[in-house]
């Protein structure tokens, strides 16, 4: 993104109908024009101040702008390319910094010093075939900080579904970067780090199961190997998973916005849920899903912002849903903040698997995460 791009836009407000952070804040430097504007006076190396920086770090960076431009221009890409540059010049929230150094002392977005695999004593699979960090596989399951740290029972039943297909792990897996790059620091030593688990892994595929990893592997490390969405690898297996319905069940899903919006995947976590139970859609969804407000460091930098965005994305769910789920722990975390009865693709996954092929310990229910029976 340069100059040139930035001056394609015409300033014509489209954008205004659909910030997030516009409705909720309603300064036109809280939405996407008055941030083109913004990353405008700092790709032309006007003095950048404090008003510069609230401007470019309230944007949970969800592309919906991007979806609908009639100019066709990235604002997204304009508000990280000057992100990066005011960082650069010393300009960013301290709780960035903080994030920042966070990952770069301790490999994780939380300052954990425990270990990454922790999770992996609630998984059955561990004692089948040795530490599954030590074996050659043609796919790999890239955790991320939130499951590793925050959703450990979430990780232990992402990998014992994923471990039957064969599915290993990396042996000394970091923070993917899209911290970082979402907030405007430079994240290529842990692009490195994790290309080399990669590919000392001997894997031609990784599946991530967050949606801000996921869109970081995808677009922001090299071509090297294909990326996969759990959600995206479950539904090739849905033949093979052995899922039994739950007929009592109905749940709509929110799109994580790196994940849908900004990648594409739409269908396969529709393609699972239908599988399983009835789907009823949100009343703003795929394309014009409206983002759960935790992306783009909105939630490390401006908490009570995010929250509040997370709670205007709940009206959207529809009356009488059991659950909403995602495909994103970062959603989960925001929606339920909020208030949401948010559930995890893969909770709903392991809800359904039939009892001759079930490997969950007993109380990684569904049931005990959200009780089925209590109606919004």
């Not at 540059?85 to 300009?91: E, R, T, V």
Request: with cysteine; aromatic share 6%; charged share 25%.
């Amino acid at each position: 993104m340069d100059l040139p791009d930035i001056n394609r836009c015409v300033r014509c407000g489209t954008c205004r109908s659909v910030c997030p952070v516009l409705q909720e804040v309603g300064w036109e430097s809280a939405g996407a024009r008055g941030r083109i504007l913004t990353a405008k006076g700092v790709l032309e190396g006007k003095t950048v101040d404090s008003s510069a920086l609230q401007s470019l770090s309230t944007c949970t960076t969800c592309g919906v702008c991007t979806e609908i431009c009639p100019a066709g221009i990235d604002p997204v890409e304009a508000v990280e390319k000057a992100r990066g540059l005011m960082s650069n010049q010393g300009f960013f929230l301290p709780d960035h910094s903080i994030l920042k150094e966070k990952v770069r002392t301790t490999g994780n977005t939380f300052g954990d010093i425990g270990s990454r695999h922790g999770w992996l004593q609630d998984s059955l699979s561990q004692s089948r075939q040795g530490h599954p960090a030590r074996r050659k596989a043609e796919y790999v399951y890239f955790v991320g900080c939130l499951e590793s740290y925050r959703y450990p029972k979430t990780a232990a039943k992402t990998f014992n579904i994923l471990s039957r297909f064969g599915v290993g792990l990396l042996e000394d897996e970091r923070c993917c970067g899209s911290p970082l790059i979402r907030t405007g620091f430079d994240a290529t030593d842990l692009i490195d780090h994790n290309l080399k688990q990669i590919k000392a892994s001997g894997a031609h595929s990784v599946i991530a199961s967050c949606a801000g990893c996921y869109a970081t592997l995808k677009n922001y490390y090299p071509a090297d190997f294909e990326t996969l969405s759990v959600s995206e690898f479950l539904a090739r297996k849905i033949p093979d998973l052995g899922l039994k319905p739950l007929d009592d069940v109905t749940v709509t899903y929110h799109d994580p916005c790196h994940l849908g919006r900004c990648n594409g995947v739409y269908d396969p976590p529709r393609e699972v849920i239908k599988a399983i139970c009835d789907l009823e859609e949100m009343n703003a969804s795929r394309e014009r899903s409206r983002c759960c407000g935790g992306g783009g460091g909105v939630r490390a930098g401006h908490k009570d912002l995010s929250i509040n965005l997370a709670r205007r994305r709940l009206v959207d769910v529809p009356e009488g849903v059991d659950y909403i789920v995602t495909s994103c722990p970062l959603c989960v975390r925001n929606l339920r903040d909020a208030g949401g009865k948010t559930v995890d693709l893969v909770d709903l996954v392991d809800d359904a698997l039939k009892p001759t092929l079930d490997i969950r310990p007993p109380d990684h229910q569904l049931q005990a995460v959200t009780p089925s029976n209590h109606k919004r």
